[in-house]
């Protein structure tokens, strides 16, 4: 079921959706592709659909007169929710994003609205899924991150389960630490640019606020701080940006992440240029940082890593709490 009129808007040379001003990664086929691909490298680093796998399947259990549910909140290209749903038949699955699902094919039980999750309270809906999935979304909130999950919270039934995935804008170096920033006129392979390309977009959106730049480090506290929730399960996926990566990081086949990796590290710049050029990076500077980062991968001047924060918590009470529109954004 689609919700509403799709608006695309075309921004310095890609198309971004017309529901939602502060979502301005693009909408077009090129981003659904780098989604998919995304979508692909941090399963098989997390070796499944979802992360602890056990864990996920004991709540999606069938039940006698029972209905399980699924919502995944900002479902992009639709992948996810339609694996899922083949995975688990007799789970109902909702998507919700600003712009349609790509996926050839829907299973039958599986759905797609078009919505701003920010938008009102989905009153009527609270207490009835069993998973609440987000995933990479932290680009879309800007700010209000706190009453977002607390706006999630309250979707889930008692016993349900809340699974968070939040790429982090910081990239790390081999010793899992904030990598140097690469700079103008150095020796090539002293710091990142990739890094770079990230650390000006933060330091640029006036939107984006503190909680917004580091939404992956600071999740696991506002999720442990909810008296609601117990349990908060906090992994780190550490994708080697076009190499397998150290043998003491967290991640499943490294050699087909790492390649992965390298796609969307490759990737990336071009998703964010819509922002750039808005907020008065000439253009003819940009491309310089794109060649740069291109370089940096594609002769792997720097080993370094991209991070995803995976976390998921268990909801022990029903209390709702207040999430209106003016709470959020």
Request: some cysteine; overall charge negative; proline content about 5%.
């Given at each position: 079921m689609?919700?509403?009129?799709?608006d695309?808007?075309?921004?310095?040379?890609?198309?971004v959706n017309?529901?939602?001003?502060?979502?301005q990664?693009?909408?077009?086929?090129?981003?659904?592709?780098?989604l998919t691909?995304?979508h692909r490298?941090?399963?098989?680093g997390?070796?499944?659909l979802?992360?602890p796998?056990?864990?996920?399947?004991?709540?999606?259990?069938?039940?006698?007169?029972?209905?399980?549910r699924i919502?995944?909140?900002?479902?992009?290209?639709?992948?996810?929710?339609?694996?899922m749903?083949?995975?688990?038949?007799?789970?109902?699955i909702?998507g919700?994003?600003l712009v349609p699902?790509?996926?050839?094919?829907?299973?039958?039980?599986?759905?797609f609205?078009i919505?701003?999750?920010?938008?009102?309270d989905?009153?009527?809906?609270?207490?009835t899924?069993?998973?609440?999935?987000?995933?990479?979304?932290?680009?879309?909130?800007?700010?209000?991150h706190?009453?977002?999950v607390?706006?999630a919270?309250?979707?889930?039934k008692?016993?349900?389960?809340?699974?968070?995935?939040?790429?982090?804008?910081?990239?790390?170096?081999?010793?899992k630490?904030p990598?140097?920033?690469?700079?103008?006129?150095?020796?090539p392979?002293?710091?990142?640019w990739?890094?770079?390309?990230?650390?000006?977009w933060?330091?640029r959106?006036?939107n984006?606020d503190?909680d917004g730049?580091?939404a992956?480090?600071r999740?696991?506290g506002?999720?442990r701080?909810?008296?609601?929730?117990?349990d908060v399960?906090?992994?780190?996926?550490?994708?080697?940006?076009?190499?397998?990566g150290?043998?003491d990081?967290?991640?499943?086949?490294k050699e087909?992440?790492?390649?992965?990796?390298?796609l969307n590290a490759?990737?990336?710049?071009?998703?964010f240029?819509?922002?750039?050029?808005?907020t008065?990076v000439?253009?003819?500077?940009?491309d310089?940082?794109?060649?740069?980062?291109r370089?940096d991968?594609?002769?792997l001047?720097i080993?370094?890593?991209?991070?995803?924060?995976i976390?998921?918590?268990?909801l022990?009470?029903?209390?709702?709490?207040?999430?209106?529109?003016?709470?959020?954004?």
């Amino acid at each position: 079921m689609m919700t509403a009129t799709v608006d695309h808007k075309p921004l310095h040379g890609r198309l971004v959706n017309g529901m939602s001003e502060h979502y301005q990664l693009p909408s077009d086929n090129p981003e659904m592709e780098r989604l998919t691909r995304q979508h692909r490298m941090i399963k098989l680093g997390m070796g499944g659909l979802v992360w602890p796998q056990q864990r996920i399947n004991q709540v999606l259990a069938p039940s006698p007169g029972t209905v399980k549910r699924i919502l995944d909140v900002g479902s992009g290209s639709g992948v996810w929710a339609v694996e899922m749903a083949e995975c688990f038949p007799h789970v109902e699955i909702l998507g919700i994003d600003l712009v349609p699902p790509v996926v050839k094919y829907i299973p039958p039980n599986c759905r797609f609205e078009i919505a701003n999750f920010l938008e009102g309270d989905l009153v009527e809906r609270w207490g009835t899924f069993d998973v609440v999935h987000c995933r990479n979304i932290g680009a879309g909130l800007r700010s209000g991150h706190k009453a977002f999950v607390q706006k999630a919270v309250n979707l889930v039934k008692k016993g349900g389960i809340i699974s968070l995935m939040e790429g982090s804008i910081i990239v790390y170096n081999e010793k899992k630490e904030p990598i140097r920033l690469a700079q103008e006129g150095e020796e090539p392979g002293r710091g990142s640019w990739l890094a770079r390309i990230l650390d000006e977009w933060t330091a640029r959106d006036k939107n984006l606020d503190e909680d917004g730049k580091a939404a992956a480090q600071r999740i696991p506290g506002w999720l442990r701080s909810d008296p609601r929730l117990k349990d908060v399960q906090d992994e780190r996926l550490f994708c080697g940006i076009g190499w397998r990566g150290n043998d003491d990081v967290f991640c499943e086949n490294k050699e087909l992440v790492g390649q992965l990796m390298a796609l969307n590290a490759l990737d990336i710049p071009g998703a964010f240029q819509p922002m750039m050029l808005s907020t008065g990076v000439s253009k003819e500077q940009y491309d310089l940082w794109v060649e740069e980062n291109r370089r940096d991968v594609e002769e792997l001047r720097i080993k370094s890593y991209g991070m995803v924060r995976i976390l998921i918590v268990l909801l022990t009470l029903h209390t709702h709490v207040n999430t209106s529109v003016s709470s959020l954004v």
